[in-house]
C-alpha cells in the first residue's frame, strides 16, 4: 500500500453517490438531465441514476488523447451529437469523479453553455483542495463536492488490478484513519 495515495472503493464511491444525491434534493435542484464526463464520471453518474432516475448523456473529454500523448488543452474524444438539443433550456447536472486542476469541468462547463441549457450543476465525488488552473464561468452557481481532500493522488477502483487488494488497502487506510478518530464514510 502506498501512504501517499487515497484508496476509494466501489462501496465508498456508491456511499458518497447517495450522500451526494441527498445534497442535491435538500439543495432544491431538481435536475432534467445527467451528463457524464468519461471516463472517470461514468460509474458515479450511473450510480447517480439509481438515486435521482434522470436520463444520462456522455462526453469524453481529456487531457491525453487516443495516443495518450498530453495535450496542450482539454481536448474532445467524444461529443453530444444529436442530442445536444436536448440539453437548451434544461437543468443538467454535470458529474466527473474528481475536481484536480478543474481544466477539464471548466472547459466542458463552456462546451455545454453554447446549448442554452438553463442551468448546470456541477457535482464530484472528490475535490481536491488546491490552486485551480482555471474557474468556473459565472454561470456556475450549484457545486457539489461528495468530499474534500488534499493533493493526493486517488486510487480509483476502476483503475484496479486486483479489486481485492485495492479494497483491502482502502480498508487499512480507513482503519488507520479512524484510530486518529477521523470517521470518513458515516
Ligand atoms: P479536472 O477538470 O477534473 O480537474 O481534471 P484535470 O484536467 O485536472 O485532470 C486530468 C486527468 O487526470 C483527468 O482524467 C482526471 O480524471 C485525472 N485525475 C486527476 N487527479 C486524479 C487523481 O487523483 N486520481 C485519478 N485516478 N485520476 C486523476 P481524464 O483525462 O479525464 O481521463 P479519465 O481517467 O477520466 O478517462
Ligand atoms: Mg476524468
Known amino acids: ?92 447536472l454535470l458529474i466527473d469523479e474528481v475536481d484536480d486542476t478543474r481544466a477539464t469541468l471548466a472547459y466542458c462547463v463552456g462546451e455545454l453553455l453554447k446549448f442554452s441549457p438553463e442551468e448546470i450543476a456541477v457535482l464530484v465525488l472528490h475535490n481536491k483542495n488546491k490552486e485551480k488552473d482555471v474557474e468556473f464561468p459565472v454561470e456556475i452557481k450549484r457545486y457539489f463536492a461528495g468530499m474534500e481532500l488534499a493533493d493526493l493522488w486517488i486510487k480509483y477502483p476502476w483503475d484496479a488490478d486486483d479489486i481485492e487488494v485495492h479494497t483491502d488497502n482502502e480498508k487499512q487506510m480507513l482503519d488507520a484513519l479512524a484510530k486518529e478518530g477521523k470517521e470518513l464514510y458515516t
Open 1 to 92: 500500500m502506498d501512504d501517499k495515495k487515497f484508496y476509494v472503493s466501489y462501496n465508498s464511491v456508491h456511499k458518497l453517490v447517495k450522500k451526494l444525491s441527498g445534497e442535491l434534493l435538500a439543495s432544491g435542484y431538481d435536475p432534467d438531465v445527467i451528463v457524464a464526463i468519461g471516463s472517470g464520471g461514468f460509474i458515479p453518474a450511473r450510480i447517480m441514476k439509481t438515486f435521482i432516475n434522470r436520463p444520462i448523456y456522455a462526453v469524453g473529454i481529456s487531457y491525453y488523447g487516443i495516443d495518450k500523448k498530453h495535450k496542450d488543452h482539454p481536448t474532445k474524444i467524444q461529443w453530444i451529437d444529436e442530442v445536444q438539443s436536448q440539453l437548451e433550456g434544461k437543468k443538467v
